[in-house]
């Protein structure tokens, strides 16, 4: 699951797979999971917020 929010945010804000900006992507990806987001499309959004 996380993969895919993960390969879909990349592919729509047209994200490099590899480096920093993917890293950290991964990372909010990540947390947010642990947090208890399990809703794909809530997790796609707050995931894309910066800051």
């Not at 993969?3 to 879909?8: A, K, L, T």
């Not at 991964?26 to 809530?42: C, K, N, P």
């Amino acid at each position: 699951m996380l993969g895919i929010v993960f390969d879909e945010l990349l592919a729509e804000y047209c994200i490099p797979n590899e480096g920093p900006e993917a890293e950290d992507l991964a990372a909010r990806v990540f947390t947010l999971y642990q947090s208890g987001v399990r809703d794909l499309e809530l997790l796609k959004t707050l995931a894309i917020r910066r800051g």
